[in-house]
């Protein structure tokens, strides 16, 4: 402000030294230079506050009628380089806008959030605790059944520890009538999603069963095991055979 | 005046600030090694799961069909696979149509451009001029190779052997 006022003075004092001709010559080109700082200023101080804007106004409506043509162009010039800057913030903030919501997309597609072979630890880990786990289950003779059934319970949790007791169950009395022995082995292992502390995983099975002392006989074994972290293992919640 | 000035710098610090930030955080996820890996982990996935339902599949009830489904062969297998499909001589017989009901990889090597499979598969398999489907399941164990860009190709395919029967199989050999 102190600047603005400094100016308009000066050139007021140009306009009152028109008659010397020398320095009136040097003058001259400051004078219009002054007119547009005020010019500026005064449409400045009319956006920041209407009312105080009367005084800037003064000053600037009676250069203008000095000047002409010549500033009637410049007039335009802070109105455009306002609307110029809010273009180019707009652009600046829709195209940052543009690159944090795609490089969140790409992070968060289901192929970004599936930590299968990308975390080879955590793919290890479940694949181990799922292997063992069905191996543990699905192993067993028929005087340790309870062990089994007990074991089945560190193991399986939700849907896959119902669908156990029901099938043991079923089959327990064949087993120690019978003398079954069945020996689980998970011989391939995949993962087909990890995401968190949530699995599924493909594993193929040979399940030998032996029958008293007859000659064992070996089947294969197809399953989509789902798992979850809890506490610090996995446990397996369903199981569909494929 | 120099306030409104300031102002507007000020903003269009920020605002570049904001975009900069913004493109970097862009192009880190897009050069990502990890989003990489899972991007070629799905796509291997995908064209392993398509490449072994063809070669579980053969439309043998007339010699052209059956000649054009080992064509098809040939174009899913690479290597050493796409040699010994391509001895098979085109001849009527059972056709089988294969579904794979799941699959996973158990490896994948990026740089290298090589992946394990395992798959279970559903083939039902219609004998010539039977009108029924007899089903059959089978548990596959395929060995891909990259070929292209997004190109996965089937360069070894066995059935996963029950222990103590082995017995090695070969992918549509029906």
């Known amino acids: ?242 | 005046m120099k306030r409104a000035q300031a102002l507007g710098v000020a903003a269009l610090v920020v605002a570049l600030g904001f975009c900069g930030t913004g493109a970097w955080t862009y192009a880190q996820a897009r050069t990502d090694e990890e989003l990489a890996f899972g991007r070629e982990r799905d796509t291997a996935l995908a064209e392993g799961r398509n490449r072994i339902t063809v070669l579980n599949t053969l439309d043998a009830s007339t010699r052209e069909r059956a000649a054009a489904g080992i064509r098809a062969w040939r174009d899913a297998s690479t290597g050493p696979l796409r040699t010994e499909l391509g001895r098979t001589e085109a001849t009527v017989g059972a056709s089988a149509r294969a579904t794979v009901t799941e699959a996973a990889l158990t490896a994948l090597d990026v740089r290298a451009g090589t992946a394990k499979l395992i798959a279970t598969v559903r083939v039902d398999v219609t004998p010539r001029g039977a009108a029924t489907a007899t089903t059959d399941r089978k548990r596959l164990e395929a060995v891909l190779t990259r070929t292209g860009e997004n190109t996965w190709r089937v360069a070894a395919l066995s059935a996963v052997p029950v222990a103590g029967a082995e017995k090695g199989e070969e992918g549509g050999d029906e």
């Open chain 1, 1 to 242: 402000m102190t600047r603005l006022l400094r100016k308009t003075t000066g050139a007021d004092a140009g306009t009152d030294e028109e008659a010397p001709d020398a320095v009136g010559d040097d003058r001259q080109p400051e004078a219009p230079q002054a007119t547009e700082k005020d010019d500026k200023a005064a449409a400045n101080k009319d956006e920041a506050a209407d009312g105080s804007g009367e005084d800037g106004d003064g000053t600037g409506s009676a250069d203008r009628d000095g000047t002409g043509p010549a500033v009637s162009t410049r007039r335009f010039t802070p109105a455009w380089r306002k609307s110029a800057l809010a273009v180019v913030l707009i652009v600046l903030l829709l195209g940052g806008g543009w690159f944090f919501h795609t490089a969140h997309q790409l992070r968060s597609t289901p192929s970004a959030r599936n930590q299968a072979l990308t975390d080879t630890g955590s793919t290890t880990r479940v694949s181990g605790d799922v292997a063992e786990g069905l191996a543990r289950v699905f192993s067993y003779t028929p005087a340790e059944t309870d062990a089994a059934e007990r074991s089945a319970r560190t193991v399986l949790s939700g849907r896959a520890a119902r669908q156990y007791s029901d099938l043991l169950a079923q089959v327990r009395a064949n087993l120690v009538e019978q003398r079954i022995t069945l020996s689980t082995q998970a011989v391939r292992t995949g993962v087909i999603e990890l995401d968190g502390d949530s699995a599924r995983l493909l594993v193929f099975l040979d399940q030998t069963s032996r029958r008293d002392k007859a000659a064992a006989s070996t089947a294969a074994a197809q399953l989509t095991v789902t798992a979850k972290y809890q506490g610090d293992r996995w446990l397996i919640v369903d199981i569909k055979a494929r």
